[in-house]
T-cell receptor, first 115, second 112 residues
Framework: DGGITQSPKYLFRKEGQNVTLSCEQNLNHDAMYWYRQDPGQGLRLIYYSQIVNDFQKGDIAEGYSVSREKKESFPLTVTSAQKNPTAFYLC??????????????FGPGTRLTVL | AQSVTQLDSHVSVSEGTPVLLRCNYSSSYSPSLFWYVQHPNKGLQLLLKYTSAATLVKGINGFEAEFKKSETSFHLTKPSAHMSDAAEYFCVVSLTGNQFYFGTGTSLTVIP
C-alpha cells in the first residue's frame, strides 16, 4: 500500500530528553512537512523540505530539528530546548513543491507527551 | 499575506439535515483551496480541492464546496448529515504550492 507512516503512535518523554519522531513515505513525493497540532489552534508548520538534503524552517521551528537524507524519510527531533512539546505531530508529503494544485497527504500522527 | 478564517469553531446538526461549514480566505492572488477532515487521533484526509477550474467542487462522501471570489469564501456543504461525518474539518489555502495555511478547524457534531 502506498502512503505515509509515522512511528510511534504514542511517545512519552521525560523533561530534558531529546526524542525523534519517524516519518516515511513510499509515494515518491518530493516535498515533506512536519506540523504540530494543539487543541483549538489548527496545524502549525514546523519544518518543510522540498528536496533531499534541503529543508526550511516553518512558523514554529525553535526547539526542533530535521534531516532529509533520503527522499522517503523526514525524521523530526524534538529537543530539550522545546519548552512545551506535548502535542500531536503530523507528517505530510506532496508530489512536488511549487505546483499550485498540490495537495498534501498526511500520516496518522504521533502523540507526544512529556512527563 | 494569506490567511484562512473558519467562522465557526463548533457546528451541531441533526442526522439527515444539511451541513454548512464556513471558510473565508484572504489572498492577493488566486489561491488553491482545500477541505480536509480529521477523525479523532487520526491524520487528515482530503475531502476536496479547488484549483481554478470549476467553482463548484465535488468531493468524497457527498461533500461539495463553492469558490466565490467576490466573497472570498469556500464554504463546505453536504445535503444530509450522517453520523460518520462527525469529525474536525479544516479549510486550507495555498498560493505557491510550497506552504499551506490552515484554519483553526470546525468541530462537527451530528445528533442522532
Amino acid at each position: 500500500d502506498g502512503g505515509i507512516t509515522q512511528s510511534p503512535k504514542y511517545l512519552f518523554r521525560k523533561e530534558g530528553q531529546n526524542v525523534t519522531l519517524s516519518c516515511e513515505q513510499n509515494l515518491n513525493h518530493d516535498a515533506m512537512y512536519w506540523y504540530r497540532q494543539d487543541p483549538g489552534q489548527g496545524l502549525r508548520l514546523i519544518y518543510y523540505s522540498q528536496i533531499v538534503n534541503d529543508f526550511q524552517k516553518g512558523d514554529i521551528a525553535e526547539g526542533y530539528s530535521v534531516s532529509r537524507e533520503k527522499k522517503e524519510s523526514f525524521p523530526l527531533t524534538v529537543t530539550s530546548a522545546q519548552k512545551n512539546p506535548t502535542a500531536f505531530y503530523l507528517c505530510a508529503s506532496s508530489i512536488h513543491s511549487g505546483a499550485v494544485n498540490n495537495e498534501q497527504f498526511f500520516g496518522p500522527g504521533t502523540r507526544l507527551t512529556v512527563l | 499575506a494569506q490567511s484562512v478564517t473558519q467562522l465557526d469553531s463548533h457546528v451541531s446538526v441533526s442526522e439527515g439535515t444539511p451541513v454548512l461549514l464556513r471558510c473565508n480566505y484572504s489572498s492577493s492572488y488566486s489561491p488553491s483551496l482545500f477541505w480536509y477532515v480529521q477523525h479523532p487521533n487520526k491524520g487528515l484526509q482530503l475531502l476536496l480541492k479547488y484549483t481554478s477550474a470549476a467553482t463548484l467542487v465535488k468531493g468524497i462522501n457527498g461533500f461539495e464546496a463553492e469558490f466565490k471570489k467576490s466573497e472570498t469564501s469556500f464554504h463546505l456543504t453536504k445535503p444530509s448529515a450522517h453520523m460518520s461525518d462527525a469529525a474536525e474539518y479544516f479549510c486550507v489555502v495555498s498560493l505557491t504550492g510550497n506552504q499551506f495555511y490552515f484554519g483553526t478547524g470546525t468541530s462537527l457534531t451530528v445528533i442522532p
